[in-house]
């Protein structure tokens, strides 16, 4: 079992809308949670960390944690095309050191 | 300082031969990962440095892959005698001892042909 689950996608959601990503992970112990953005050829970009259960919110970005379900979120309000990318849920587990990444969801927002 | 810088950004090299790929952390940041990606994949963690010390590496770091941080400034990652399947990104990344988020530098992506 893969410790980080998302499905990979496509997403596909109409300009001005709001995108919901959603990501589980299996270790109970983990303790921060990271959305990154990536697009296509290019690196990851960090975008949101949370670490308490709740929510988080950043522009227009809202990261949401729930521990209890093992679950985290990242929702965008007014999706833009250049929203378009694979998004990255990456978690820090009971080791404390690296980050584990799912796979991504490819999210497109279209004009 | 402009972030995490990788080189070279591209290497092509034959089956059975040896690279070797340079990372250079933002300058504060005393942690040190490198990750592998492929296509459709997430990164996959490799190996991880705090300062000089190497303290961890994923089962998937075979034999053929050597990773060094020496004096705890840039790291290098070796593999030797490459095969077709280590064609993917190398992706290096910083951070500060306190901060979990990390910034990735842009990549090496390797093609074994």
């Known amino acids: 079992q893969k410790e980080v689950e998302q499905n990979s996608g496509p997403l596909s959601v109409p300009e001005g809308a709001i995108a919901s990503l959603n990501c589980t992970y299996s270790?109970?112990?983990?303790?921060?949670f990271f959305w990154y953005r990536q697009y296509s050829g290019k690196s990851p970009e960090l975008i949101m960390f949370i670490y308490s259960n709740g929510d988080k919110e950043d522009g227009r970005f809202t990261a949401q944690l729930n521990k209890a379900s093992q679950y985290v979120s990242l929702l965008i309000r007014d999706s833009q095309p250049s929203d378009s990318a694979t998004y990255l849920c990456?978690?820090?587990?009971?080791?404390?050191?690296?980050?584990?990444f799912g796979k991504g969801t490819s999210l497109l927002v279209t004009p | 300082d402009t972030g995490v810088s990788q080189d070279p950004r591209h290497k092509i090299t034959k089956r059975g031969q040896n690279v070797t790929f340079r990372c250079d952390p933002i300058?504060?940041?005393?942690?040190l990962y490198w990750y592998r990606q492929t296509l459709g994949q997430g990164p996959e963690f490799l190996t991880y440095f705090q300062n000089e010390a190497q303290l961890e590496k994923s089962r998937l770091l075979s034999d053929r892959f050597s990773a060094e941080r020496p004096k705890g400034s840039f790291s290098t990652l070796e593999i030797q005698r490459t095969e077709q399947g280590d064609s993917a990104m190398y992706l290096c990344?910083?951070?500060?001892?306190?901060?979990?988020?990390?910034?990735f530098g842009s990549g090496t992506r390797l093609t074994v042909v």
């Open positions: 300058s504060e940041h005393n942690r």
């Open positions: 990456a978690v820090i587990g009971n080791s404390g050191y690296a980050l584990n």
């Open positions: 990344a910083s951070s500060f001892l306190s901060s979990g988020g990390y910034t």
């Open positions: 270790d109970r112990g983990s303790q921060s």
